[in-house]
């Protein structure tokens, strides 16, 4: 999908000018657009939500992204406090992950 100014990108989308402008002025577009942009158009949604990496994505990025999507959609169904509380038990076991990889190199140059 190429679009060279608002107008083009909110027909692309199907949606009204005054929409899209809602969505930017409130930093917010809805989940399901992203998870429908990146099936159809093979958009990364690391590109299109965090704005990294690379627009199109690679084709073993596919099935990755198909796990993102269902993510994605499951707290799009969860209330603000949900959301928040699933993003900090994410965050630490981040944290563990991180951790013990770095005991096991320690154990393995020790």
């Known amino acids: 999908m190429a679009a060279s100014n608002d107008a083009a990108l909110a027909k692309a989308l199907g ?3 005054q929409t899209l402008g809602s969505w930017r002025a409130r930093a917010s ?4 657009l992203c998870m429908d942009l ?3 158009d093979g958009i990364s ?3 299109l939500l965090l704005g990294r990496g690379a627009m199109v994505q690679e084709p073993q990025a596919l ?6 999507v ?9 209330d603000a406090q949900d959301q928040q509380h699933v993003h900090k038990v994410a ?10 990889r770095e005991v096991a190199r320690l154990r393995k140059h020790s």
């Open 29 to 32: 577009v809805p989940y399901a």
């Open 45 to 47: 949604l690391d590109w």
């Open 91 to 100: 965050l630490d076991r981040k944290l563990l992950r991180q951790l013990q």
């Open 38 to 40: 990146a099936r159809t």
């Open 15 to 17: 949606i009204s000018p």
């Open 63 to 68: 099935m990755a992204d198909d796990a993102l």
């Open 70 to 78: 269902a993510i994605l959609a499951t707290l799009q169904g969860l």
